[in-house]
């Protein structure tokens, strides 16, 4: 049980596009999900929790412009690059809680700006 | 502010080794610390966890002990496998909401 997928799992787009992920809870609700960032050899940074139809709470440092956050089901969060730039290649890793605090993580989704 | 220091990789270990993954921590007052593990292709996945000064927290042969006087949170595992080859982080939460990860060390087991 306890089962968080990614889609897509890798994506490669032009520069100046928009991407979307989306991380999903299969078999339980999440009332919080995480968004993460991971660089090669570095430990995951968060980028954001999200509540379930809430806005988004950012941390310093994230632009919550560039990084859109949608948490409009209790199964589902998306996770919006906008404007992408080769800058913002990078390991994306979701994870979601049911309740209390344990956090079940995706597989990630590796995302390439050319 | 919170932050997790872990032994860098990668490590190679032969089947049956003894394996030890040192990790470090610096937060205000008393975290939760975690172990994760990443199998290849797989998100992470809890691994063990203590909440207090002198708690271990095992599972699957693996323990660490939480050690508030030299905050540290070190790995162990006596005798490794094969199918224990993956990434390991060690995280730790003042709030055990939000997770501080350290940058993982890559473990890989030689039959």
């Known amino acids: 049980g306890a089962v968080v997928s990614q889609h897509p799992s890798r994506v490669i787009c032009k520069s100046g596009t928009s991407v979307k992920i989306e991380c999903r809870s299969l078999?339980?609700?999440?009332?919080?999900m995480f968004w993460y960032r991971q660089f090669p050899k570095k430990s995951l940074m968060l980028m954001a929790t999200?509540?379930?139809?809430?806005?988004?709470?950012?941390e310093q440092g994230v632009e919550k412009d560039k990084f859109l956050i949608n948490h409009a089901s209790l199964t589902l969060s998306t996770l919006t690059v906008t404007s992408a730039h080769p800058e913002d290649s990078s390991f994306y890793i979701c994870?979601?809680?049911?309740?209390?605090?344990?956090?079940?993580f995706g597989p990630g989704t590796r995302l390439t700006v050319l | 502010g919170n932050s997790v220091t872990q032994m860098e990789g990668p490590v190679t270990l032969s089947e049956e080794a003894f394996l030890t993954i040192n990790c470090t921590y610096t937060a205000t007052g008393y975290p939760s610390l975690f172990w994760y593990v990443q199998y290849p292709g797989e998100g992470l996945q809890l691994l063990l966890k203590a909440t207090k000064a002198d708690d271990k927290g095992s599972n699957k042969g693996f323990e660490a002990t939480y050690r508030k006087e030299t905050t540290s949170f070190h790995l162990e595992k006596g005798s490794v496998q094969v199918s224990d080859s993956a990434v390991y982080f060690c995280a730790l939460s003042p709030d055990d909401y939000k997770l501080s990860f350290g940058a993982g060390t890559t473990v890989t087991v030689r039959a």
């Open positions: 999200s509540n379930e139809g809430s806005k988004a709470t950012y």
């Open positions: 078999d339980f609700q999440a009332t919080t």
């Open positions: 994870s979601a809680t049911p309740s209390g605090n344990t956090q079940y």
